[in-house]
């Protein structure tokens, strides 16, 4: 059974540090992996997809990196604004299903 | 293009009381989708429509909750009798087809007392 964890829980930087996210999954029989933004009273915003076959994308400062056979993937966000402040979730995809298994979150505090 | 619409927004209902959220998917899309958030976990599916037909619906508590799409538009959640446990939010998604990318609605907050 795919399990999904992200650490840390919580985090909280000044305004304009670069900042890693992280995700493990424990089966890497994946077809993609994808993170996601949330907004207090608002639904799931996708950022960034990665096929299993692929290593990185990147979108504006943001940047993530998958390594399937280890399990990880990292969202690095360069010069953090307190816009950038939200709930940052990933989820997989498994490679014989549909269905999205998401972490529980990182949530984001950017401090001006 | 309109978003994933969702009604109501917010939703307070004392235990054993029964409770419906509604959810229009973008228009076109054949896939549509209910996840379950508990306060400080990510989402969890509760079951997936291709068109009118139900694909995945293995986590839903069958026997309290209900779902249907019958015109392959919209869909209806339902919970009957409600518990303390199902305090969450209930995020509606829909995609195009089967494994393409999700749009997510903003969700219903169900608070049950």
């Known amino acids: 059974k795919q399990e999904v964890t992200q650490i840390p829980a919580a985090l909280s930087v000044p305004e304009g540090e670069n900042l890693v996210l992280n995700c493990s999954f424990t089966?890497?029989?994946?077809?993609?992996l994808q993170w996601f933004r949330q907004d207090p009273g608002k639904g799931l915003t996708s950022l960034l997809l990665i096929q299993s076959s692929q290593r990185e994308q990147t979108s504006g400062r943001l940047n993530a990196s998958l390594d399937k056979s280890s399990g990880r993937s990292t969202l690095y966000i360069a010069a953090s604004q307190p816009g950038d402040s939200a709930t940052y979730l990933c989820?997989?995809?498994?490679?014989?299903?549909?269905?999205?298994?998401f972490g529980s979150g990182t949530r984001l505090l950017v401090r001006p | 293009e309109a978003g994933v619409a969702q009604s109501p927004r917010y939703k307070i209902i004392e235990k054993r009381q029964s409770v419906a959220f509604w959810c229009n998917p973008i228009?076109?899309?054949?896939?549509l989708y209910w996840y379950q958030q508990i306060l400080g976990q990510g989402p969890k599916l509760l079951i997936q429509?291709?068109?009118?037909?139900?694909?995945?619906d293995s986590q839903l508590p069958k026997d309290r909750f209900s779902a249907e799409r019958l015109k392959g538009v919209d869909s209806t959640l339902k919970i009957q009798p409600a518990k303390l446990e199902d305090s969450a939010v209930y995020l509606c998604a829909s995609s195009t087809d089967l494994g393409f990318g999700q749009y997510f609605g903003p969700g219903t907050r169900l608070t049950v007392t």
């Open positions: 429509f291709q068109n009118n037909g139900v694909v995945d």
């Open positions: 228009s076109g899309h054949a896939t």
């Open positions: 989820a997989v995809r498994g490679d014989s299903s549909y269905k999205l298994i």
């Open positions: 089966d890497s029989a994946i077809y993609n």
